[in-house]
């Protein structure tokens, strides 16, 4: 079946740090990703997305590209902050279902 | 604008009990899902539901675990008798139509057993 990897966490970062948290998926076919961000207390929110091969998801300041060749769908930042820490799920989906990662837990230090 | 609305926000029941969790849909959506996510761990989905069908509740427990959406009202996620290890954070989420769709979701209901 469909599952989504994510590369073990705690992250901790100073501000302005460069971010990437890998995420490689297993699923026939050409499904659409995500990420999503949860802050503490509260639910999930979609951060970007990409429906296609090659597709570039971005959204203030994260970007991660399709990769079908990796099966890879890594979330990057150049500069991060304070506010970003949070934990982050990748995902996938099929049929209306998704599938998440375990979740990375990133903490951004002043 | 707004989003998925879950209630209550927190919820304590004692072994046995039964605990009720509800969920309205964004506006304009029609379509609601059910996850739940463990302490440590990422969501697992349980159950997707259109007005008064359930679609998939292949992440269902077998029992105790009952999931409706009426046609008036919002979706109801039911636990009967419920046990140490239904503690967790159950989230809802929507969309407006079926098919690679971002979901849209709930703050959650963070339910704990005593």
């Known amino acids: 079946g469909d599952s989504v990897t994510q590369m073990e966490g705690p992250v901790t970062l100073s501000e302005e740090a460069f971010l990437t948290i890998n995420c490689t998926y297993t699923a026939t076919g050409y499904p659409s990703l995500f990420w999503y961000v949860q802050y503490p207390g509260e639910g999930l929110q979609l951060l970007l997305k990409a429906t296609k091969a090659d597709d570039k998801g971005s959204n203030k300041g994260f970007e991660a590209t399709y990769r079908k060749e990796t099966t890879s769908f890594h979330l990057e930042k150049g500069s991060v902050q304070v506010s970003d820490s949070a934990v982050y799920f990748c995902?996938?989906?099929?049929?209306?279902?998704?599938?998440f990662g375990e979740g990375t837990q990133l903490t951004v230090n002043p | 604008n707004a989003g998925v609305m879950q209630n209550p926000r927190h919820l304590v029941r004692r072994r046995g009990q039964e605990a009720r969790l509800r969920c309205s849909p964004m506006?304009?959506?029609?379509?609601v899902y059910w996850y739940r996510q463990l302490p440590e761990e990422g969501l697992k989905f349980m159950v997707y539901l259109q007005k008064e069908n359930i679609i998939d509740e292949s992440g269902m427990p077998k029992e105790r675990f009952s999931a409706e959406f009426p046609k008036e009202g919002p979706s109801i996620l039911r636990i009967q008798q419920v046990v140490r290890g239904d503690s967790a954070a159950y989230f809802c989420a929507s969309s407006p139509k079926e098919g690679n769709q971002p979901q849209h979701f709930g703050d959650g209901t963070r339910l704990s057993i005593l």
């Open positions: 506006k304009g959506h029609s379509h």
């Open positions: 995902a996938l989906i099929r049929g209306s279902r998704l599938t």
